[in-house]
T-cell receptor, first 113, second 111 residues
Framework: GAGVSQTPSNKVTEKGKYVELRCDPISGHTALYWYRQSLGQGPEFLIYFQGTGAADDSGLPNDRFFAVRPEGSVSTLKIQRTERGDSAVYLC???????????FGPGTRLTVL | QKEVEQNSGPLSVPEGAIASLNCTYSDRVSQSFFWYRQYSGKSPELIMSIYSNGDKEDGRFTAQLNKASQYVSLLIRDSQPSDSATYLCAVMNNQGGKLIFGQGTELSVKP
Protein backbone atom coordinates (compact mmCIF):
# COMPACT_ATOMS: atom_id res chain seq x y z
CA GLY A 1 0.00 0.00 0.00
CA ALA A 2 0.94 3.64 -0.13
CA GLY A 3 3.47 4.86 2.37
CA VAL A 4 3.79 8.18 4.15
CA SER A 5 3.93 11.06 1.71
CA GLN A 6 5.25 14.57 2.26
CA THR A 7 5.00 17.70 0.19
CA PRO A 8 6.84 19.61 -1.02
CA SER A 9 10.00 17.54 -1.34
CA ASN A 10 12.07 20.71 -1.38
CA LYS A 11 11.27 24.19 -0.17
CA VAL A 12 13.51 27.23 -0.51
CA THR A 13 12.40 30.37 1.26
CA GLU A 14 13.80 33.64 2.48
CA LYS A 15 14.50 34.53 6.08
CA GLY A 16 11.37 35.87 7.75
CA LYS A 17 8.90 34.11 5.48
CA TYR A 18 6.15 31.67 6.52
CA VAL A 19 6.17 28.05 5.34
CA GLU A 20 3.82 25.09 5.55
CA LEU A 21 4.95 21.48 5.24
CA ARG A 22 2.40 18.73 4.65
CA CYS A 23 2.36 15.11 5.74
CA ASP A 24 -0.10 12.46 4.55
CA PRO A 25 0.25 9.36 6.78
CA ILE A 26 -0.40 5.74 5.93
CA SER A 27 -4.15 5.22 5.71
CA GLY A 28 -5.62 4.22 9.05
CA HIS A 29 -2.57 5.13 11.12
CA THR A 30 -3.76 7.03 14.17
CA ALA A 31 -0.39 8.29 15.39
CA LEU A 32 1.66 10.86 13.48
CA TYR A 33 5.08 12.29 14.33
CA TRP A 34 7.20 15.16 13.07
CA TYR A 35 10.99 15.09 13.34
CA ARG A 36 13.74 17.41 12.12
CA GLN A 37 17.10 16.16 10.89
CA SER A 38 20.14 18.35 10.46
CA LEU A 39 23.14 17.25 8.43
CA GLY A 40 25.18 14.58 10.19
CA GLN A 41 22.68 14.19 13.04
CA GLY A 42 19.91 11.79 13.88
CA PRO A 43 16.29 12.91 13.62
CA GLU A 44 15.13 15.14 16.47
CA PHE A 45 11.55 14.81 17.74
CA LEU A 46 9.23 17.80 17.31
CA ILE A 47 5.62 16.79 17.95
CA TYR A 48 3.35 13.71 18.16
CA PHE A 49 -0.35 13.50 17.33
CA GLN A 50 -2.71 10.81 18.48
CA GLY A 51 -5.79 11.37 16.35
CA THR A 52 -6.50 15.08 16.08
CA GLY A 53 -4.78 16.15 19.28
CA ALA A 54 -1.14 16.85 20.01
CA ALA A 55 -0.18 14.20 22.58
CA ASP A 56 3.36 15.54 23.00
CA ASP A 57 4.67 18.84 21.62
CA SER A 58 7.73 19.01 23.86
CA GLY A 59 10.14 19.03 20.91
CA LEU A 60 8.88 22.20 19.22
CA PRO A 61 11.84 24.59 19.58
CA ASN A 62 9.86 27.79 20.05
CA ASP A 63 6.52 29.43 19.35
CA ARG A 64 7.36 30.01 15.69
CA PHE A 65 6.62 26.33 15.13
CA PHE A 66 3.07 25.01 15.12
CA ALA A 67 1.42 21.87 13.78
CA VAL A 68 -2.16 20.79 13.20
CA ARG A 69 -4.02 17.62 12.28
CA PRO A 70 -7.63 18.78 12.12
CA GLU A 71 -9.26 15.60 10.81
CA GLY A 72 -6.90 13.05 12.28
CA SER A 73 -5.21 12.26 8.99
CA VAL A 74 -3.16 14.87 7.10
CA SER A 75 -0.92 17.08 9.22
CA THR A 76 0.63 20.45 8.47
CA LEU A 77 3.75 21.79 10.16
CA LYS A 78 3.79 25.57 10.10
CA ILE A 79 6.87 27.71 10.65
CA GLN A 80 6.54 31.47 11.05
CA ARG A 81 9.30 34.05 10.56
CA THR A 82 11.74 31.45 9.30
CA GLU A 83 15.38 31.68 10.31
CA ARG A 84 18.47 30.27 8.63
CA GLY A 85 18.82 27.84 11.54
CA ASP A 86 15.49 26.26 10.57
CA SER A 87 17.15 24.78 7.49
CA ALA A 88 16.94 20.99 7.80
CA VAL A 89 15.07 17.96 6.52
CA TYR A 90 11.65 17.71 8.14
CA LEU A 91 10.51 14.10 8.46
CA CYS A 92 7.04 12.81 9.15
CA UNK A 93 6.29 9.31 10.45
CA UNK A 94 3.11 7.41 11.19
CA UNK A 95 2.29 4.40 13.32
CA UNK A 96 -0.61 1.99 13.54
CA UNK A 97 -2.51 1.67 16.83
CA UNK A 98 -1.07 -1.01 19.09
CA UNK A 99 2.31 -1.23 17.41
CA UNK A 100 5.59 0.56 18.04
CA UNK A 101 6.91 0.76 14.50
CA UNK A 102 7.10 4.22 12.96
CA UNK A 103 7.22 4.48 9.18
CA PHE A 104 8.92 7.55 7.76
CA GLY A 105 8.03 9.64 4.77
CA PRO A 106 10.63 10.90 2.28
CA GLY A 107 11.01 14.22 4.07
CA THR A 108 10.89 17.87 3.07
CA ARG A 109 14.22 19.62 2.69
CA LEU A 110 13.77 23.19 3.88
CA THR A 111 16.38 25.78 2.99
CA VAL A 112 16.12 29.27 4.47
CA LEU A 113 18.27 31.80 2.64
CA GLN B 1 25.54 13.29 28.22
CA LYS B 2 23.38 12.60 25.20
CA GLU B 3 20.35 10.37 25.73
CA VAL B 4 21.39 7.99 22.95
CA GLU B 5 25.01 7.74 21.88
CA GLN B 6 26.63 6.10 18.88
CA ASN B 7 30.08 6.28 17.37
CA SER B 8 29.73 8.46 14.28
CA GLY B 9 32.28 6.44 12.33
CA PRO B 10 32.87 5.98 9.56
CA LEU B 11 33.15 2.27 10.18
CA SER B 12 34.79 0.52 7.27
CA VAL B 13 34.63 -3.26 6.80
CA PRO B 14 35.52 -5.49 3.85
CA GLU B 15 32.80 -7.28 1.93
CA GLY B 16 31.82 -10.53 3.64
CA ALA B 17 32.95 -9.42 7.10
CA ILE B 18 30.83 -8.84 10.20
CA ALA B 19 29.96 -5.22 10.93
CA SER B 20 29.31 -4.39 14.58
CA LEU B 21 27.40 -1.22 15.47
CA ASN B 22 26.98 -0.09 19.04
CA CYS B 23 24.65 2.20 20.95
CA THR B 24 24.25 3.23 24.59
CA TYR B 25 21.31 5.00 26.19
CA SER B 26 20.93 6.91 29.42
CA ASP B 27 17.30 6.38 30.49
CA ARG B 28 16.86 3.12 32.38
CA VAL B 29 13.10 3.07 31.85
CA SER B 30 13.50 2.77 28.08
CA GLN B 31 11.30 -0.01 26.77
CA SER B 32 11.72 -0.34 23.03
CA PHE B 33 14.78 -0.20 20.83
CA PHE B 34 15.10 0.17 17.09
CA TRP B 35 17.73 0.16 14.38
CA TYR B 36 17.02 2.22 11.28
CA ARG B 37 19.09 2.31 8.10
CA GLN B 38 19.37 5.58 6.20
CA TYR B 39 20.88 5.83 2.75
CA SER B 40 22.28 9.19 1.74
CA GLY B 41 19.47 11.58 0.81
CA LYS B 42 16.77 9.14 1.88
CA SER B 43 14.57 8.74 4.94
CA PRO B 44 15.16 6.21 7.75
CA GLU B 45 14.01 2.64 7.13
CA LEU B 46 13.37 0.24 10.01
CA ILE B 47 15.49 -2.89 9.93
CA MET B 48 15.19 -4.29 13.48
CA SER B 49 13.27 -3.77 16.70
CA ILE B 50 14.08 -5.40 20.04
CA TYR B 51 12.29 -5.26 23.37
CA SER B 52 13.80 -7.97 25.61
CA ASN B 53 17.30 -8.73 26.80
CA GLY B 54 19.23 -11.07 24.56
CA ASP B 55 19.60 -11.55 20.84
CA LYS B 56 17.11 -11.22 18.02
CA GLU B 57 18.03 -12.48 14.57
CA ASP B 58 16.53 -11.57 11.21
CA GLY B 59 18.43 -12.84 8.20
CA ARG B 60 21.92 -11.34 8.20
CA PHE B 61 21.01 -8.95 11.02
CA THR B 62 21.22 -9.63 14.76
CA ALA B 63 20.19 -7.11 17.39
CA GLN B 64 21.48 -7.51 20.93
CA LEU B 65 20.04 -5.81 24.01
CA ASN B 66 21.50 -5.58 27.51
CA LYS B 67 19.28 -3.41 29.70
CA ALA B 68 21.54 -3.74 32.74
CA SER B 69 24.39 -2.17 30.77
CA GLN B 70 22.03 0.13 28.82
CA TYR B 71 23.55 -1.13 25.62
CA VAL B 72 22.12 -2.21 22.28
CA SER B 73 24.04 -3.41 19.27
CA LEU B 74 23.51 -4.49 15.68
CA LEU B 75 25.58 -7.13 13.94
CA ILE B 76 25.52 -7.44 10.16
CA ARG B 77 26.90 -10.73 8.92
CA ASP B 78 28.32 -11.23 5.41
CA SER B 79 28.36 -7.46 4.86
CA GLN B 80 27.59 -6.31 1.33
CA PRO B 81 28.43 -3.02 -0.41
CA SER B 82 24.67 -2.36 -0.47
CA ASP B 83 24.77 -2.26 3.35
CA SER B 84 26.80 0.95 3.13
CA ALA B 85 24.59 3.53 4.85
CA THR B 86 24.13 5.37 8.13
CA TYR B 87 22.66 3.23 10.88
CA LEU B 88 20.52 5.01 13.45
CA CYS B 89 19.84 3.66 16.91
CA ALA B 90 16.53 4.82 18.40
CA VAL B 91 14.97 4.41 21.83
CA MET B 92 11.34 4.75 22.88
CA ASN B 93 10.57 5.41 26.54
CA ASN B 94 6.79 5.29 26.54
CA GLN B 95 4.50 2.96 24.67
CA GLY B 96 3.79 4.56 21.33
CA GLY B 97 5.73 7.68 22.13
CA LYS B 98 8.51 9.62 20.50
CA LEU B 99 11.74 8.08 19.28
CA ILE B 100 15.04 9.43 20.58
CA PHE B 101 17.78 8.90 18.04
CA GLY B 102 21.52 8.68 18.25
CA GLN B 103 23.58 10.64 15.75
CA GLY B 104 24.06 7.57 13.56
CA THR B 105 27.05 5.46 12.55
CA GLU B 106 28.20 5.61 8.96
CA LEU B 107 29.07 2.15 7.64
CA SER B 108 31.14 1.62 4.52
CA VAL B 109 31.49 -1.91 3.09
CA LYS B 110 34.39 -2.14 0.68
CA PRO B 111 34.22 -4.63 -2.21
Amino acid sequence: GAGVSQTPSNKVTEKGKYVELRCDPISGHTALYWYRQSLGQGPEFLIYFQGTGAADDSGLPNDRFFAVRPEGSVSTLKIQRTERGDSAVYLCASRDWGTDTQYFGPGTRLTVL
Amino acid sequence: QKEVEQNSGPLSVPEGAIASLNCTYSDRVSQSFFWYRQYSGKSPELIMSIYSNGDKEDGRFTAQLNKASQYVSLLIRDSQPSDSATYLCAVMNNQGGKLIFGQGTELSVKP
